[in-house]
């Protein structure tokens, strides 16, 4: 597989970043001593062999007596004030992933160092003086540390920077560089160099390549980056990944930024799915146990649940497996356990089968190969009395078949295409899933038709979320592994395809609607994808958004699907539309991820509702910005709905946009529909109560609980905030702030309705619960 960058951070196992090549020759050099035997036929030449192999191990221990194991600080703002603050940590990640590209440094992980800091009670723009250093770099088990500050004035910026030998707190280097501030990856590059040349380190010509390559030159994704890394440390985790989203969207090339942010991900997904899933669980079983006719398929699931709290990892990994399989509407359970689909809200165990699905991906690693990805064949315990025996037969039965499961390359396929919409993935997280569980594959020794099988899903998925070099490198392997004729003409066209692409990338200057309508052609032949990068190439020649360009964006922009197992990401929330006809969204980032909902309807009967988050919740803090003013490439690409929209009466051209909570019974076959909802109407904010008629009916009657005059009418954009603390409910329209008490069944899923006629888009959404 092709080589990635490192972002370094809390993704990496606590401890040393790197082992340097001296240690791990002294090691192997260790490892031949201890395996030779005397020979009679070539003692002499044994001898020999031993006697370079003990200089070897002397001028190994002489070496690493004192390694070079680098702790990268982050670095201050030497302004006063904090404006730019988040730029060390962005310095600091970069210096630290170009360090530990040369084989000879260890670098400290930043986590490590964020630790340090808390226990030592040391401010965020402390200076460090010599003793200081030293006793962080002796807790870090540093042998040198680098510090340094940061001053950006107007279009200037300089970087000064200090590197200390921790043993007898020596400064081996004090040095600044300074330039324009939209070149800070020059200077950033020319202060690495600085300190590999102080550090004294030989570094092998291709580790010089690594270190040297720019990981952006776009000043404002840098800045982004930053700030991410600096939610996170704050655990503000939602700002945090929409920031480096946003690095990401800003230079598609940040390869650091999209490690970072996978991740960070990675690990916020598994610390909301533990959370998310006991929350849920514990309700689901108090709901079960209450229901007579259910109380031994609930008996099962408590049983199972418990063993995921207190059994070994591999029965806690097979009991979360079974938990997400009995509540996943689409799983057929037989027994006992097949009346709890019967009954209850489909939507809401949909969402408890994803939450256990995301436990169940979260600790994979940890028991894989025990554990399959996707395990088949796995059936739950169907009788109390017997329980223990037949979960001892899951149990066995799950590791007894995961060698065949992970090598089973059609099951890895749909599995894959299954879960990551249980996971609520995008595509680029679709394809980083398949990438793993390709390496994991790879410890299983596998067969050379499924390295190749796999090989060829894994280069279809990087072209098709336009990671051509990761793409093309994989194809260039399968090529060095598989010469039949048809996989040759095969891996020939799908070559010619990301020249195509790159060729595209590079030239057309409108580059994210570039990027929106090339994603969207993933998945199609090799022919027709070279047809579409034609057709898209000559609609976006100009600098101009062109009408054929702005509609191929409205077609794929459309919300396709009121299916309940059908999302788009809205920023960081999985959202589901119940009545979509009138949706579309703003640009895709990605084929599943949008950051704006986008509405527009000329019927005034017309009403969506949509669901946003993957778990109910009782305490939150819901922001938005709603603008009702539609823009450029709506205008373009929606022509015949433009002139409709021109036609309307001033007052008909606003809808009406609702904050959703509470909400529950969504797919109920007994219940109707529940909850509350926030109204923005022309002149005033009014909360009420709503319910719907009949079970699956969508249109909702009002109860009026509170209402509070506001001029709604004229402001082009509205900034909205809908807060819930378990006692009061706060409400914010542009800078206007009323509050009641909290409804006694406010807990739910949170959701948005837009109802009536005109134009209105929904975007900044962030969902802060506690």
């Not at 592994?481 to 692409?501: C, Q």
């Amino acid at each position: 597989m092709r080589r990635r960058p490192s972002s370094f951070h809390d993704i990496a196992p606590r401890g040393a970043v790197r082992a340097s090549g001296v240690e791990r020759l002294g090691r192997l050099t260790a490892m031949n001593v201890r395996s030779s035997a005397p020979d009679p036929r070539g003692y002499a030449a044994v001898m020999l062999g031993r006697a370079l192999c003990l200089c070897l191990l002397v001028a190994s221990a002489t070496a690493t007596a004192a390694p070079m194991r680098v702790a990268v600080m982050d670095f201050t703002d030497a302004a006063p004030g904090a404006a730019l603050d988040a730029l060390g940590k962005g310095l600091q990640s970069m210096i630290t992933t170009d360090l530990s590209a040369a084989a000879v440094f260890e670098l400290v992980e930043r986590a490590r160092l964020h630790d340090i800091q808390a226990e030592l009670k040391l401010q965020r723009r402390a200076e460090f003086d010599p003793k200081t250093a030293v006793k962080i770099g002796k807790l870090a088990g540093a042998s040198h540390l680098v510090i340094g500050s940061f001053t950006v004035v107007g279009d200037k910026m300089r970087l000064d920077c200090q590197l200390l030998a921790v043993q007898g707190a020596t400064i081996l280097l004090a040095e600044k560089v300074e330039g324009e501030k939209a070149a800070f990856f020059e200077l950033e590059k020319t202060l690495v160099q600085k300190v590999i040349i102080a550090l004294g380190a030989k570094v092998t010509p291709k580790d010089r390549a690594e270190v040297s390559k720019v990981h952006t030159a776009d000043f404002e994704a840098f800045r982004k980056f930053g700030e991410g890394i600096g939610k996170y440390d704050e655990q503000k985790y939602d700002e945090a990944v929409t920031l480096l989203r946003a690095a990401t969207n800003l230079d598609a090339n940040f390869k650091l930024a999209q490690i970072t942010l996978a991740g960070y991900e990675e690990l916020i997904r598994k610390a909301r799915a533990d959370v998310n899933a006991t929350r849920q669980a514990e309700a689901e079983l108090a709901r079960l146990q209450a229901d007579k006719e259910m109380q031994l398929g609930a008996q099962i699931v408590e049983r199972l649940y418990k063993i995921t709290r207190s059994g070994s990892k591999q029965e806690k990994q097979v009991a979360t497996w079974l938990l997400a399989e009995i509540h996943d509407p689409g799983y057929r359970v037989r027994g006992p356990l097949g009346t709890l689909g019967e009954r209850g809200d489909r939507f809401a165990r949909q969402r408890l089968s994803d939450n256990f699905y995301k436990a169940y991906w979260s600790t994979l690693a940890e028991v894989f190969p025990a554990v399959a990805p996707f395990p088949k064949d796995v059936s739950a315990p169907l009788t109390l009395n017997q329980f223990d025996g037949e979960f001892a037969s899951a149990v066995a039965a799950m590791q007894r078949n995961a060698h065949r499961d992970t090598l089973d390359s059609t099951l890895i396929h749909n599995g894959i295409l299954s879960l990551a919409r249980c996971l609520h993935l995008d595509r680029r997280q679709r394809a980083a899933m398949l990438e793993h569980v390709y390496q994991l594959g790879l410890k299983l020794s596998p067969p050379a038709e499924w390295k190749q099988r796999m090989q060829r899903l894994l280069a279809e998925a990087l072209q098709g979320v336009l990671d051509l070099d990761g793409s093309t490198a994989v194809l260039l392997q399968l090529q060095r592994s598989a010469p039949g004729s048809e996989t040759l003409a095969y891996i020939t066209e799908e070559l010619e395809v990301n020249r195509e692409l790159a060729r595209a990338l590079q030239e057309v200057k409108r580059k994210d609607e570039l990027r929106e309508l090339l994603r969207a052609v993933a998945g199609s032949s090799a022919a027709s994808k070279k047809s579409a990068v034609k057709d898209i190439r000559m609609w976006l020649t100009g600098g101009a958004l062109t009408t054929e360009a702005a509609r191929e964006l409205m077609r794929i922009r459309y919300w396709m699907s009121a299916s309940a197992d059908e999302y788009v990401l809205i920023g960081a929330e999985p959202t589901w539309a119940f009545n979509h006809t009138p949706l579309s969204t703003g640009p895709r980032s990605d084929v599943l991820r949008a950051d704006e909902i986008r509405y527009f309807s000329g019927n005034p009967d017309n009403t969506s509702l949509l669901v946003t988050g993957a778990a109910p919740s009782d305490r939150f803090t819901l922001k938005l910005a709603v603008p009702f003013e539609p823009p450029l490439d709506w205008r373009l690409g929606q022509q015949n709905e433009f002139e409709r929209y021109g036609k309307l009466k001033s007052e008909a051209r606003r809808p009406t946009v609702s904050v959703l909570f509470g909400l529950r019974d969504l797919e109920h076959k007994e219940r109707p529909l529940a909850g509350y909802a926030v109204r923005l109407t022309r002149g005033a904010v009014r909360l009420v109560k709503i319910t719907a008629k009949s079970p699956g009916d969508r249109k909702l009657r009002d109860q009026l609980i509170a209402e509070w005059p506001a001029e709604l009418a004229t402001p082009k954009q509205l900034s909205v905030s809908v807060a819930l603390d378990g006692k009061l409910l706060t409400v914010e329209v542009n800078g206007k702030r009323w509050s009641v008490p909290a409804p006694a069944d406010a807990a739910g899923f949170l959701g948005l309705g837009i109802d009536g006629t005109g134009y209105v888009a929904i975007g900044g959404l962030q969902i802060v619960r506690s």
